[in-house]
Each structure stands twice: as structure tokens, then as C-alpha cells.
């Protein structure tokens, strides 16, 4: 959807920025927020260029880089990270040839981690895009992205 | 009244109003509480902790800054345990900071390093971890430099923007640890930030500070910091200049004195450059072959004197006239008239109020009496309505719009009449969008609408307004026609905007009207604020707090120039010429015959002109004017002046007009003058002299004095300002009370007739200033403007002002700061107009009317409607007035600038 | 013994939580419809004897709340804002309802908006609960649709709007005042206290804050009476809780139970005890701002008060088990570098605090002088919990303080083996 038609959707309040952006962010098939969109959302709400970047820049979901098909939401929080999430890390790094924050050259694959997606059992887990993924260990992430190179 | 009530604050029993904050009574009464992020000109933060306290009935420690003070409360602000927190508090913030200190500013942060004795690494608990961030350093913007690793994030930046500004450039970015300062997208210089400083003043430490001539200065070396006025806008903003080894190296904000309050625009205060430029004239100059040569001040003194005496012998004394000045003191334009009126014996004094609001002046005298503003600047801040006209006040008075944007803040409500957008907009309810010319059509569409919903002040009409129901009659009569369907179809601005825009005015418990060069510069300025006028009076929105007409101001003393009788028809206070009896009062205070007193309207600035074309002014006497960029119809101007027989021109800069001169005598700038100007909301202010003046240039009373000697008529000699004013106050009523001594401390608003007055906030308050007190209404009809477009000339011209330069330029474009932001002259077109005419953005063009032409660079812009072109006046390589016409208002004889048919080229 | 008491989740399993007819079916929006049958001012009382506290972590008194926003001011607009923000590691005990039961917190919603007088509604959830807000948005619909929602409400004088609003990935914003300015479209900090939410919340208008699970009981209060509620629980711990178990369990998961229930009873009942036959070594109570407890305390009563008593705090509900192998140390760690990364950055204290705490922990790892780390650690917690603005800053003491009690020979220990790697 063109962010014109998504803006014309709410009413010009500034309190619906955090809703705009996800839409914006979600409907642009890199998942981020250029500039020249921010712009406009600037100018549809009449906010100044700062007070968009400043909520922007806050919230961890959302980037003003270009990212992949597929985010990866890695929880880091200390119970994954207990059960062992930092080895997963290592995995998706090694299968992704990436670090976290960083998108796979075919613009398929960003790593990033999360705080507690609420999600906790007694392995780790993930979200990629909307899908939640719980009980990871090393073997089951290789099948997941096979599967999603695959898709 | 508010409520008093007793708190104690460690032991010590202190009074104060109910719900006031604690930080500040505390620091009012010496007990220094530390704090960083609590400033008191910002709303509370809460952020650098330093001002936690224990307050009595309440769990664990509260931050001071945050509390509004209760009856009984016990406080205690210093204990050993308040004392260790504090201590803890600064040594975690000098491990996020970064130290390095170039002694260019003050630095509150490391002053209280020093009071908890951790100037000492040694005495620090926590390892430095600033490093760890790389916190970046945004260099962008033409005037601050912003370095994060410096910054000790107490939001005072943010606010100063938001608060005192209403900016909105900055927020912090990121979080945590890793937050820092930016502005727009992260580039400064990119962002909407316009320069105002107002983050550099209230920034603590060095993380915010100021390019221009920042590694000049240091700090511990300033000899000395004067308290002057701004000499830019109207506004008059008390500034405060610092000077190190005779160079003004700063300007900031003097907290606490009106009307800014500290607050400054980017002219106020990166503006001073001129003062100490290399192209200040020094020496007097005498044409000789067509060339200037220097000259001494008794050579060309001597020529002038003979010169003037000659004209009068030969031509009469009507042959000569002067343009004073709206940027000299009240002292100086006082001089100057006087001159005038004595010396060359006519009325022939003007300077550039004609160009302005000289029809805004002559509506509000005719109608209500006084042509000066009927409110103080802290109103725009309180009123409920604020009606704005043709004024893009963001630019041209640009801390006045600070006080607008803190109203609308609170919910004032903002509603915009101008054909083009302003920046204002974005804070307004409403903008109706009229076509140029058709204001009156649109006010009296609004009046009828008034009448017709019943939303007229009827006791207001019966008991304030002259002839009471009867004049109403008739100005009902006369708006019947402009049905909300007519009315729209001549402005086109929808009816349902137009009509709610009135019902807001109307209903609004007080309402008040900036009106500006957009109404006042066109052929029917007057009639424009006759019918605003009329509104107003029915309304009953005048004659109370809050409420009533305000002309903001354009130069810094458009307002004292005429109050102290630069004016054809006026002596000082307003006192008509014509009239025998006050000519006697005159000549007595003056020491002069009253026969030698004309009682001839002197001639206008654009008829000065007229009468040199015309061979009837045969010599004229230029003060700190400059015609050639200000007066419309330059090539007429141009004409006019070359068949002039001398012209003396004392300014502080060659101009464009200075080519003209005979003569051309070195004055002195404001920053090395004493004085006053009134600003806008008739404020007498002082002017303080900073530094010498360069070369040999003098004062501008001083020179003019020294002329009438030579031409053996000689006036009263003053030898300083103060004199002049006292002076001055026994002539103008209006100044009766006032004195050097009393305005020591901050300035005092006219009308103040006597020495314990304390000055007038609101005029009208118990009558009208017409002869019998009463408002008069002048119900005025919409007439086409003789200005149409044609096949020739499809696009109609508007021109004005911008932020970031001023006037004519002379001044501000010798500010690199400034030029930073905008030194190219360019038009505004609207994008269809641009698509059809397949014009692209920024090429060069030309623009042409039937009166001349002008090259310049196009920029597409939705700001101005279709059809019509905007351009900003000040730059002398593309003059506007190169295209607009000299066709006068009949009343006021002021010239339509706004409104000028013209065609595009290609260049 | 594993026997749940089922409030919050009475509908768990039994309803398809996109359809409406289910929820009605199963006795839904009935309580609304008594409710409204009720003056406001009684449901404000029902709510108070329950004795129902709140179930985002502070355990507030409900009933008190709602009686402040109402009588906050006469006649102005108020505003209910459901927390869904749902943030605190371990705790998932709100997408579980909002999931499996939606209709049950609009219906929880309109009653207290109908107690407090307000009209308008917004359910903060965070981004990442994307199938809870699917449901959400569904259920939302489908009440406007059969007047559950919007203008007279079943035919009486009574209209409530509600809008659901995201988070974007913070965990401050949970907290109820940082919750409103973000509902505001602005950056996560939070405001001064006071003025509380219920003077000046939401645009400045008086707002209930309540959580997802506190809200989801109001229905049953109001159908089956006050007493009914407060006969369950202890004495000032009333009715249910949802726990959410996780760590080195057999049975991860949310179980809803009696209040007073003993941890022992949870880990080894419900959560089936400890994965591969290892032992329990402790459990973190309440998430990451909640506190550590060791064996010792396998008896405590799940209950806000008795386990304050005993230096401990029920939070969230969250139940972090850890076995005899896990490191505490790098546990700790973990939540350290948790408050890090979702401090604010207003206040000195914690922004600074937060970092240097973390620069502690891995000084721990690489210096002697142990004992002393840990006590400058445990200062600075403590000067961060005295001083920080908001309660982020003054939750770390928490999980320190509770950490050095029951562990402080593991830490140290655990700190050597890193560094021998
Ligand atoms: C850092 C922080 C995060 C919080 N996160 C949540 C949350 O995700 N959900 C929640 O309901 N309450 C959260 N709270 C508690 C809220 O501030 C508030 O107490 C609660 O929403 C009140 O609702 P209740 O009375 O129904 O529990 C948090 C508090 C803090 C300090
Ligand atoms: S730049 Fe200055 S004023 Fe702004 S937050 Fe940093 S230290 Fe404070
Ligand atoms: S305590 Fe932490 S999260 Fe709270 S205001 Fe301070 S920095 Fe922000
Ligand atoms: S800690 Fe990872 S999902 Fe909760």
C-alpha cells in the first residue's frame, strides 16, 4: 500500500504515529522506514522531522534501514538467553554468514535480537516476521531457514 | 490573588504562593539546591536527580524540582545523606561525559564538579565509560556545533526549543546510555532548526555551542557585557553583548526583561557581525568628478551647510526635505525632525513607515485614535483568538511568535488570513486563503455574518462606538451584499471557513488582531484596516485586556521614529502640525519664533520622490535610509534622484543608495550609540553604547547639530542623549513620565504621562484616544484592484519578508551566519503553474512587468496559490521594487508592494 | 493436587476465540449486561470487596483505583487503558487470555469503563503479540457489530469506544505512566509522579491503567458476587493468579490457581519438576525486576504480602526455575544487561547505573577483589533504587540484592569458572 493511502486511513493525530509507522514499515518490502516517508507522515501529522526520528529511533521495532524478507527476532532475554539462546546465535550467524543487525546479500535474512517475546518455556525461542518459534535448539534452526530459503 | 502559605526548608520558615515549585523558592532565598536539568524558564524535568530532597510525609526522596510547594510542608535539602547522593550522582555523570572544556562557555556541570570537590580525578568513584559510545559530533548547522560525548542529557536543549521557541527541531535519539541529541533526521543542518541559538543559551555545558566566532572568545577574558536593544525588528529584544579586546564577540538573550525574556531570533543574535565589518564607512566622502573622496568632517560639514543654505536662498524652503530613519534612535529621528522643521523650515520629514504601515497608522488614528498597538507582546501569548492578516509573523517577528505558539500550546486559537501559506500556519485552526486584493470583500463577508448570526457586542456598539446603532446602520447597509456566496466568489475562500472563522473572533472572550504588510501594502491598505476595524469595534474585541489591534512593527523603531515626530503631519507625540495652538506650545519648548513653524503638511516619502522628478525638491538630507531598495517604482526612484541638485546621505554602509550622494557622512551603529527605540508594543527601551565608534564616524544627533551651526540656525546643543530625551518627554505627553533613570532596569510602555505612571499594557481601556472618545467605524466597499493580470502578465507578484535577512539587507547581509541560511534572491511558483509553463525547479528567470525587470531563481513551492508568485524583497541584485508600481493609497499614500502583475521568462 | 481454579481462563479450551456466539454461548457479555443494571458507584464497591488487586506486578488495590479515576473530577472525559504491554521476561500469562479468550477482556473493559464513567477504551499491546491482536481486532469488530461496542451499549444509556494501540519494542512502556505517553504517539519516558494517571492521565484526562488479567476478572466478580471472589485466595491475596513457569521445567507453562499456592506445589505439581532428573537450585519470582529465592523458600505462600514478608515479590506471576547447573552468575548478568538496554536514558542514575553495573559484572570476571565488586555492585543498586525516577531504575536492587543473599558464593565461583575458559 503507497503511504498516502495508509495515512489517509487515520485521522491526522499525532497519537496514532507508533500505529502509521508499523503500517509503513510493514507494507514497504524492505521492512523500514525511508526518510522520504517520514517525511510525509511528518507533514500529514504536522510533527517536526525530530519528534518522528526521536520515536523512530526509540522503539526497537522499527529500522531506518533496509532489511530482509525475513526479520529474525532472536530473545536474548535471560530466560532464553539461560537456556541457551546464545548458542543459537552462533548458528544463525554461521548458516546466515551475518552478524545481528545485519541483512544476508540476497536480502532474504536480517538477525536481530529481542527482548522476552513472551514466548518462554524451557528451550529458546524466536519470531520470524509474525511466526513464533519456541523449543529452538542448533538442529531445528537449520531446518527453519532451509525452509524459509525454500519458500 | 493567589494563596500564601509557610513552608520550611531546613529549619528556615520561607513564604510563598501556593503551588509554586520548590527548586526555585529554594534557590530564590539562597539555599543553592544543585541542579542541571531544571531550568526556570522550562517546565520541570526530573532528570539529573541533584535536586532530590526529603520532604516530610513522604517515602524516600523526592526531586525538588518537581514539587509545588503546600502549606506546612518540611523540607530538608542538605544532609550528609542528600549530600553522598549528590556527590554519587555528578561522579556517574563526569564518567559518561567528556571533559574537554575550550573555556568558550560557561559550564554549570563542571561548577558543581568543583563544589563537590571531583575536579580531581583522583576523588572519582566510577570508571570513565564515555568512550565506550562513540557519541558523534554534529557539525552541520551554520551556527552551533552539537557534541554528544559532552552533552550531559538534561532535556534543556529540547525544551528551549519546544518550550520558550515552539520549534520542535530536537529530540533525543536512540535510548538509554546511547541517547543523544539531534535535530531533524540526525543532520542539524538539515533539520527545521532556523538558527535561533535559544538551545545554545539554556545548554549547561559545552555539548550545544555557537560557530561564529567561538575560538575568539574566552571566557575568563570578557571585559565587559553591555545590556542594549536588538537593532533588527520591532520586537526590540534586550540583548546582552559581550566584548573581548574591543570585538563584540556574543550576543545572548537577557532572561527576565521584556518583551523577550532572553529570548533572541537568529538576527539578535548572530546578527552583530556588521557592527565590526571592514566595509563601515569611517571617514565623510565628498563626490568630486563622480568619484567619493575622503574628506574631513569640517569640509564636508562646511559644503553641506553651504550647499543646504544655497537651495534655500535659490529655491525656497520648501525646496529641500529629509528622510529619517527608522533604525536610529528616538534621540537621533527627534534631531532630525526638529532639523527639519527649524533649519529648512518645512514638514518635509518621512522615512520608510510610509512603505509599511503608514495605512494600518491612518485607519486606527481615524478610528480609534492611535496607530500603535493596543497590546503588550505577553498577550499573544493569553489571548483566546488571535486573528492574523497578511502577517507572516514567524519571520518578521519572530519572538512575538514565540508567545503565539506558547498560547496555542495552551489552546489559543489561531486563525490566518493571508494569500499565502506562512509558517504560522501550522499552528492555526483556520487559514482562509483570499485572492491578493480582495481582503476587504472578505472582511465585510465575515461582518455581515456577525451581524446576521447576532454575535455583535450591543452594549459595546451603544455606549463606545460614535453615533452608537446609527453608524452600525449604516455599516450593516453597507455589507448586506456580501452573502457568503458573493463573498466566496469574489475571495475564494469557502464560505463555510469564512463564517466559522468570524463565529470564532466574534464569540471568542477576548480576540485580538496582528495585522501586517499583506493588508497595509496595497492601494487599498486603509480601507483594508477600516474594514478589520470594523469587525473588531462590533465585536466589542478592544477596549479590554487581551483584546484589540496590534501592527507588529517591522524596524526596530518604526514606532519611536513617529512617536517623536518623523512624520509630515505630526510633531512629536502625534500633535498635529495644523493646528496654531499646538505650533506655539512647540516653538516655546523648541525656543523658536512660532511664525518660522510650518504649517504645511510636509510631503511623504513616495512624494518626495514625486517632487524631485518634478524639479520641485531640489536637495535632500538621507539619515540611515535606503530609497533605492525601499521605495517602489525604483527606476522612478532613480530618476527622481539623479536630477536632484546635492544629496547628503549619513549612514553607517555604502547602500544603493549612497551612489546618489553628494555627500556621505560616517555614523554610528546602534552598538556604539546611547538612546532609545520603542518597539511594537510601545516600549521604551534603552539603547546602550557597547563599543567606539570606527574612524571618525559620530553620532548621528551629533552631525545633525553640527550642520544647523554651520548654516548659522543653530538649535539647542545637547551633549548627551538623556539630555535629548528629557527633552523629547516634555514635548510628547505620551513620554511625559518617562526618563533614562526609570528605564535603567527594563522598559517602560507608552502612554506613561507622568513620573510615577507605571506605563500602559492595553490602551483603550477606558476610551478611545478620538476627540470624543468613541470608536468610529468606516464602512468601506470592495473595489477591484486596478492591478489585473493579462495575457501579457498572467501571474500576479507578492513580495515580503524573510526570517533570515532583514530589510534591505544592508545590515543582515553581512552576517555569514545569516547568509548561511538564505543570500539569493528567488520566486516562489506554484507546482501546476511551474508544470504548465514547464518551468523547472531552481533554474534561473526572469521576471518582467510593465514597470521593469528582475533576474532571480525559481523554486516550485506549494506555499503560494495558483497564479500568483511570491518574493522575498531584501536582496539588491533581483529588486522586487524594480516591478511594483507607485500608484498610492489615497489615504495613507502608502505604495501596494504586494500586488504586482508580471510575467515569467526563461532566463 | 494439579487442580487450576479458572477465572481469567475460564473459557481456555472450551470457545473459538474468533467467535463471538462461542463467548455467548459460554455466558459472555452477561455480567456487562448486569453490570448495567447496577449503578456505577456499586460495581466501584463489588470491585473493592472482592478485594481484587492488580495483576500487572504491583498488585495495587483495583477497587481503589477505579474509585480515585471516578472521583477524580465530576463530568470530565476519563479514559480505560488496558495494559497488554506485556514485557516482563517470563511473564506470558496476558497473551494466553488475549489469545484464547479476547471477548473476556472487552467485556472486563466495559465494565469498568461503565464503574468509572469513562467512554472511550484503548488496549496497549506490544507489536510483537501479533496473533493477540489479530483476535483482538476480530473480537473488536464483532462486538461493534452486535452492540457490545459503540453507541448504547444493549439498549442503555451507556457507549464505549475502543481502539487498540501498539507498542514498538519497549519495556518501560509497560509501566503505566510511560504506557501514556507512548499511547501518545511520543518517545517511551516516563512522566513525574504525581500527578497520577487517575488525575491526569491519557491527554491529561483522568485514566484507569488496569492489566490484561486484573480486567478479565471483573466479569466474574460482577456475575457471581463479590464474596464468591473473595472466598478464594488468602486473606489479602484474593482469588486467583495465572503463573507462568519456565527454566528447567518438565511442563513449562501458565497455570491458573488459588492465590496462597506454594511454590513448591507449582514447580513440582504443575510444572512436573525439574528437567533430566537435575536438582532445583532457585527460581527468579516475578521476571526480571522480581527477586531470587533458593530452596529455602520452595514453601512460600504465593501470596503479595507473605512474600514481601519474606524479602521476596509474586510480580508478575513469573517463575524463572534454574537447576544446579545453571550459572547465576550469568544469569544476573543477563538481567543487567535486560535493564540496559531498556533504560530510558532520562535520569542519571539509572541510564549511568544501568552501564556501570554491567561494567561491574565483567570486572567481577576479571579482578580479585571479588567480595568488593559485589558490594560496590550492591551500593550502586541500592543508590539507583533511591534516586531513579521511574520504577525501571529501582528494580535492579531486586534481582541483585535477592542474588547476593541466596547465591553470593555461586557468583563468585561461577565468575572464576567464566574466566578460566
Ligand atoms: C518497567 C515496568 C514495566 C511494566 N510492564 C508492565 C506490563 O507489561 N504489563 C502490565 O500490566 N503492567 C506493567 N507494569 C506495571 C504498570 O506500571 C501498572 O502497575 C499496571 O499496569 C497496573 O495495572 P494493574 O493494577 O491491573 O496491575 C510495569 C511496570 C514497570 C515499572
Ligand atoms: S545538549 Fe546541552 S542542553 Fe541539550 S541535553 Fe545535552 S547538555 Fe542538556
Ligand atoms: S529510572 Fe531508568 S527507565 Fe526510569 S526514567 Fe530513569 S533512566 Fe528512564
Ligand atoms: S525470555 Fe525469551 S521468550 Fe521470554
Redesign the interface.
Known amino acids: 500500500m503507497m503511504t498516502e493511502e495508509i495515512l489517509a486511513k487515520y485521522k491526522p493525530q499525532k497519537d496514532n504515529l507508533i500505529q502509521i509507522l508499523h503500517e509503513i514499515q510493514d507494507a514497504h518490502h524492505q521492512q523500514y522506514l525511508p526518510?522520504e516517508e517520514?517525511i510525509k507522515i511528518a507533514k500529514y501529522l504536522?510533527?517536526?522531522?525530530?519528534?518522528i526520528?526521536?520515536v523512530t529511533?526509540?522503539y526497537t521495532m522499527f529500522s531506518t534501514k533496509p532489511r530482509g524478507k525475513y526479520i529474525i527476532r532472536l530473545c536474548e532475554s535471560p530466560i532464553c538467553d539461560m537456556l541457551g539462546s546464545d548458542k543459537i546465535a552462533i548458528k544463525l550467524k554461521e548458516i546466515l554468514k551475518i552478524n545481528f543487525n545485519e541483512t544476508t546479500s540476497d536480502g532474504l535474512f536480517t538477525l536481530e535480537s529481542s527482548e522476552c517475546l513472551g514466548l518462554c518455556g524451557n528451550k529458546p525461542s524466536m519470531m520470524i516476521n509474525q511466526r513464533t518459534y519456541t523449543g529452538l535448539n542448533e538442529d531445528i534452526i537449520e531446518l527453519i531457514i532451509n525452509d524459509l530459503r525454500n519458500e | 490573588m493567589s494563596e500564601l502559605v509557610t513552608i520550611t526548608i531546613d529549619g528556615k520558615q520561607l513564604t510563598a504562593e501556593k503551588g509554586t515549585n520548590l527548586l526555585q523558592i529554594a534557590k530564590n532565598n539562597g539555599i543553592n539546591i544543585p541542579s542541571l536539568c531544571y531550568h526556570k524558564k522550562l517546565s520541570?524535568?526530573?532528570?539529573?536527580?541533584?535536586c532530590?530532597v526529603k520532604i516530610d510525609g513522604t517515602n524516600?526522596?523526592t526531586?525538588s524540582c518537581?514539587v509545588q510547594i503546600k502549606e506546612g510542608m518540611n523540607v530538608i535539602a542538605f544532609d550528609e545523606e542528600l549530600e553522598t547522593?549528590r556527590k554519587?550522582?555528578l561522579d556517574?555523570?563526569v564518567?559518561?561525559h567528556n571533559e574537554a572544556n575550550d573555556e568558550t562557555y560557561n559550564d554549570e556541570f563542571k561548577d558543581l564538579l568543583k563544589r563537590y570537590d571531583l575536579i580531581n580525578t583522583e576523588n572519582r568513584k566510577?570508571?570513565s565509560?564515555w568512550k565506550?559510545f562513540n557519541y558523534p559530533t554534529d557539525d552541520s548547522s551554520p551556527v552551533l556545533t552539537y557534541d554528544a560525548s559532552k552533552c550531559i542529557?538534561c532535556?534543556r536543549c529540547i525544551k528551549a526549543c519546544n518550550e520558550v521557541q515552539g520549534?520542535?527541531?530536537?529530540?533525543?535519539?536512540?535510548?538509554?546510555?546511547?541517547?543523544y541529541i539531534?535535530?531533524?533526521?540526525?543532520v542539524w543542518g538539515e533539520?527545521?532548526c532556523d538558527g535561533c541559538g535559544e538551545c545554545i543559551q539554556l545548554c549547561p555545558t559545552g555539548a550545544i555551542v555557537e560557530k561564529p566566532h567561538r575560538t575568539e572568545i574566552n571566557i575568563n577574558k570578557i571585559d565587559r557585557k553591555v545590556k542594549t536593544t536588538c537593532p533588527y525588528c520591532g520586537v526590540g529584544c534586550q540583548i546582552e553583548l559581550f566584548v573581548q579586546d574591543e570585538k563584540i564577540v556574543r550576543s545572548i538573550g537577557v532572561d527576565g526583561l521584556m518583551p523577550n525574556d532572553g529570548r533572541l531570533c537568529i538576527k539578535g543574535r548572530f546578527g552583530y557581525d556588521f557592527i565590526q565589518s571592514k566595509e563601515r564607512l569611517t571617514s565623510p566622502l565628498i563626490k568630486k568628478n563622480g568619484r567619493f573622496e575622503e574628506a574631513t568632517w569640517d569640509e564636508a560639514l562646511d559644503l553641506i551647510a553651504f550647499k543646504f543654505n544655497e537651495v534655500i536662498e535659490k529655491h525656497g524652503n520648501d525646496a529641500l526635505a529629509g528622510y529619517s530613519s527608522a533604525k536610529c534612535t528616538n534621540e537621533d529621528n527627534y534631531i532630525f525632525q526638529k532639523f527639519i522643521r527649524t533649519v529648512f523650515g518645512n514638514n518635509n520629514v518621512d522615512y520608510c513607515t510610509r512603505l509599511c504601515h503608514a495605512s494600518t497608522v491612518t485607519a486606527m488614528l481615524r478610528s480609534i485614535g492611535d496607530g500603535a498597538g493596543s497590546n503588550s507582546i505577553e498577550d499573544f501569548e493569553t489571548t483566546d483568538c488571535l486573528l492574523v492578516t497578511g502577517n507572516n509573523i514567524i519571520e518578521t517577528h519572530p519572538i512575538t511568535a514565540t508567545y503565539i505558539k506558547r498560547g496555542v500550546a495552551r489552546g489559543m486559537q489561531v486563525i490566518i488570513i493571508d494569500p499565502k501559506w506562512t509558517p504560522l500556519v501550522?499552528y492555526a485552526k483556520l487559514w482562509l486563503q483570499p485572492r491578493l486584493g480582495t481582503d476587504v470583500a472578505l472582511l465585510n463577508g465575515m461582518i455581515r455574518h456577525i451581524i446576521h448570526t447576532d454575535l455583535i457586542n450591543k452594549q459595546f456598539i451603544e455606549t463606545k462606538i460614535d453615533r452608537g446603532w446609527e453608524a452600525f446602520e449604516e455599516l450593516k447597509i453597507l455589507t448586506e451584499k456580501y452573502t457568503p456566496e458573493l463573498t466566496e466568489e469574489i475571495t475564494g475562500v469557502p464560505k463555510d471557513k469564512m463564517m466559522e472563522a468570524a463565529s470564532i473572533y466574534a464569540k471568542s472572550p477576548t480576540s485580538m488582531i496582528a495585522t501586517g504588510m499583506g493588508m497595509s501594502q496595497q492601494v487599498t491598505g486603509t480601507n483594508n484596516v477600516f474594514s478589520i476595524i470594523n469587525m473588531m469595534l462590533i465585536c466589542g474585541q478592544i477596549a479590554k485586556e487581551r483584546a484589540g489591534i496590534d501592527p507588529p512593527r517591522g524596524q526596530n523603531n518604526v514606532q519611536g521614529a513617529t512617536d517623536v515626530g518623523a512624520s509630515p503631519i505630526n510633531y512629536p507625540g502625534y500633535i498635529p502640525i495644523g493646528n496654531e495652538e499646538n505650533r506655539r506650545k512647540v516653538a516655546n519648548i523648541w525656543g523658536v519664533p512660532f511664525e518660522s513653524l510650518s504649517s504645511k503638511p510636509g510631503l511623504t516619502t513616495v512624494e518626495i520622490a514625486k517632487a524631485a522628478y518634478d524639479g520641485k525638491i531640489k536637495a535632500l538630507y538621507i539619515m540611515g535610509e535606503n530609497p533605492m531598495v525601499t521605495d517602489p517604482n525604483l527606476n522612478h526612484t532613480k530618476n527622481a534622484f539623479e536630477k536632484l541638485d546635492f544629496v547628503v546621505v549619513q549612514d553607517i554602509f555604502h547602500t544603493e543608495t549612497t551612489p546618489y550622494a553628494d555627500v556621505i557622512l560616517p555614523a554610528a551603529s546602534f552598538a556604539e550609540k546611547n538612546g532609545t527605540f520603542v518597539n511594537s508594543d510601545r516600549r521604551v527601551l534603552r539603547v546602550r553604547k557597547v563599543v567606539e565608534t570606527p574612524g571618525s564616524a559620530r553620532q548621528d544627533w551629533q552631525i545633525i547639530q553640527e550642520i544647523a551651526k554651520r548654516m548659522k540656525k543653530p538649535m539647542t546643543s545637547f551633549t548627551n542623549e538623556s539630555d535629548i530625551f528629557d527633552e523629547i518627554a516634555s514635548v510628547t505627553p505620551m513620554m511625559a513620565g518617562i526618563s533614562y533613570n526609570r528605564i535603567e532596569n527594563g522598559g517602560i510602555q507608552w502612554p506613561c504621562p507622568d513620573k510615577s505612571h507605571p506605563g500602559t499594557s492595553t490602551l483603550f481601556i477606558e476610551k478611545f484616544n478620538t476627540p470624543n472618545g468613541k470608536g468610529k467605524l468606516n464602512p468601506v466597499d470592495y473595489v477591484a484592484q486596478n492591478e489585473k493580470t493579462s495575457k501579457e502578465y498572467p501571474f500576479l507578484l507578492n513580495s515580503g519578508r524573510i526570517l533570515f535577512q532583514y530589510h534591505s539587507a544592508t545590515l543582515s547581509r553581512k552576517n555569514d551566519a545569516l547568509n548561511a541560511f538564505a543570500n539569493e534572491s528567488y520566486v516562489l511558483m506554484h507546482p501546476n503553474d511551474a508544470q504548465k509553463n514547464k518551468l523547472t525547479n531552481g533554474i534561473k528567470v526572469k521576471l518582467i512587468s510593465p514597470r521593469g525587470e528582475l533576474e532571480t531563481t525559481l523554486k516550485i513551492s506549494e506555499e503560494v496559490l495558483e497564479g500568483e508568485l511570491f518574493m522575498p524583497w531584501h536582496f539588491s541584485e533581483s529588486l522586487v521594487n524594480n516591478l511594483t508600481r507607485d500608484e498610492l493609497d489615497p489615504h495613507s499614500k502608502i505604495a501596494p508592494f504586494k500586488l504586482s502583475a508580471c510575467k515569467v521568462v526563461i532566463n | 493436587m494439579k487442580k487450576e481454579t479458572r477465572i481469567a481462563l475460564k473459557n481456555l479450551g472450551k470457545i473459538n476465540p474468533e467467535n463471538i456466539d462461542d463467548y455467548l454461548f459460554h455466558g459472555g457479555y452477561q455480567a456487562i449486561a448486569v453490570a448495567l443494571e447496577m449503578q456505577p458507584i456499586t460495581i466501584i464497591e463489588e470491585i473493592e470487596k472482592s478485594g481484587l488487586r492488580g495483576r500487572g506486578g504491583a498488585g495495587f488495590p483495583t477497587g481503589i483505583k477505579n474509585r480515585f479515576t471516578s472521583n477524580s473530577c465530576n463530568d470530565c472525559e476519563r479514559f480505560v487503558v488496558c495494559n497488554a504491554d506485556e514485557g516482563e521476561p517470563g511473564t506470558f500469562k496476558d497473551r494466553i487470555i488475549m489469545e484464547n479468550d479476547p471477548h473476556l477482556l472487552l467485556e472486563g473493559m466495559l465494565i469498568s469503563a461503565y464503574g468509572i464513567g469513562a467512554s472511550k477504551g484503548y488496549i496497549y499491546i506490544r507489536a510483537e503479540y501479533y496473533l493477540s491482536i489479530d483476535r483482538l481486532k476480530k473480537a473488536i469488530e464483532s462486538a461493534y457489530k452486535r452492540g457490545y461496542l459503540g453507541k448504547n451499549i444493549m439498549g442503555s444509556q451507556f457507549s464505549f469506544d475502543l481502539e487498540i494501540k501498539l507498542g514498538a519494542g519497549?519495556y518501560l512502556c509497560g509501566e503505566e505512566l510511560t504506557l501514556i505517553e507512548s499511547l501518545e504517539g511520543k518517545?517511551?519516558y516516563p512522566r513525574?509522579k504525581p500527578p497520577f494517571p487517575a488525575e491526569k492521565g491519557l491527554f491529561g484526562k483522568p485514566t484507569l491503567i488496569n492489566n490484561v488479567e486484573t480486567l478479565s476478572h471483573f466479569p466474574s466478580i460482577i456475575t457471581n458476587g463479590a464474596e464468591w471472589y473473595s472466598n478464594m485466595g488468602t486473606e489479602k491475596s484474593k482469588g486467583t493468579k495465572i503463573f507462568t513457569i519456565s527454566g528447567n521445567v518438565n511442563n513449562p507453562g501458565f497455570f491458573e490457581v488459588e492465590m496462597g499456592i506454594s511454590l513448591h506445589s507449582l514447580i513440582y505439581d504443575f510444572a512436573e519438576g525439574i528437567k533430566d532428573g537435575k536438582t532445583f537450585k532457585g527460581a527468579l519470582l516475578g521476571g526480571a525486576a522480581g527477586t531470587f529465592v533458593d530452596n529455602s523458600m520452595l514453601d512460600a505462600a504465593m501470596d503479595y504480602d507473605k512474600l514481601k514478608e519474606r524479602g521476596a515479590s509474586l510480580g508478575s506471576g513469573a517463575i524463572i526455575v534454574f537447576d544446579e547447573n545453571q550459572s547465576i552468575y550469568d544469569l544476573l548478568y543477563s538481567i543487567l544487561r535486560f535493564f540496559?538496554?531498556?533504560?530510558?536514558?532520562?535520569?542519571?542514575?539509572c541510564?549511568?547505573?544501568?552501564?556501570?553495573l554491567l561494567?561491574l559484572m565483567d570486572k567481577l570476571k576479571n579482578e580479585e577483589n571479588k567480595l568488593e565488586i559485589i558490594n560496590e555492585i550492591l551500593f550502586q543498586s541500592e543508590?539507583m533504587a533511591?534516586?531513579?525516577?521511574c520504577p525501571l531504575g529501582q528494580s535492579p536492587i531486586l534481582p541483585v540484592r535477592s542474588a547476593i543473599k541466596y547465591f553470593e558464593k555461586e557468583i563468585i565461583s561461577q565468575s572464576i569458572i567464566v574466566n578460566n575458559f
Open positions: 526518510e517520514l504536522n510533527m517536526s522531522m525530530s519528534s526520528y526521536g529511533s526509540y | 520541570p524535568t526530573g532528570a539529573c536527580r541533584l532530590l524516600g526522596l526531586a518537581t547522593i554519587y550522582l556517574y555523570l564518567s559518561e566510577f570508571p565509560v565506550l542529557k532535556f520549534k520542535n527541531v530536537l529530540s533525543f535519539t536512540d535510548r538509554g546510555i546511547s541517547s539531534i535535530g531533524g533526521f540526525g533539520s527545521e501550522k | 519497549s518517545r517511551g513525574i540496559k538496554h531498556e533504560s530510558c536514558g532520562k535520569c542519571v542514575p541510564r549511568i547505573g544501568t552501564a556501570q561494567s543508590m533511591k534516586t531513579s525516577l
